[in-house]
Nanobody, 124 residues
Framework: VQLQASGGGLVQAGGSLRLSCTAS????????MGWFRQAPGKEREFLAT???????FYAPSVQGRFTISRDNANFTVNLQMNNLDPWDTAVYSC???????????????????WGQGTLVTVSS
């Protein structure tokens, strides 16, 4: 599967952005999808995942501010980000896996496919 992320940009602190990730090449509904981010000089950080059945899990740092959702008909997974903070500045990437579900969904290695990333910059 190929993944294409979009929706990044510059936003002021307290603002919102909606990221989208569109998949192509395979049956989207067969994949568990995730969002990660990587800030300069930092490791890749798990943000959220949504299973094939629609269950969602979030990192504590974004719980209550970010919402992941999927639209299987349009092969898309979205990340709605509210109340953004300058600490949220990073390159955001989507990921996909066809593996059987396990509790390792917060690990980058759990995912087999990655999009190219979209930059989110939050100004103070």
């Amino acid at each position: 599967v190929q993944l294409q992320a979009s929706g990044g940009g510059l936003v002021q602190a307290g603002g919102s952005l909606r990221l989208s990730c569109t998949a192509s090449g395979r049956t989207f509904s067969n994949y568990q999808m995730g969002w990660f981010r990587q800030a300069p000089g930092k490791e890749r950080e798990f943000l959220a995942t949504i299973t094939r059945t629609g269950r969602t899990f979030y990192a504590p740092s974004v719980q209550g501010r970010f919402t992941i959702s999927r639209d299987n008909a349009n092969f898309t997974v979205n990340l709605q980000m509210n109340n953004l903070d300058p600490w949220d500045t990073a390159v955001y990437s989507c990921a996909a896996t066809a593996k059987a579900y396990s509790s390792d969904w917060f690990l980058p290695g759990y995912y087999d496919y990655w999009g190219q990333g979209t930059l989110v910059t939050v100004s103070s």
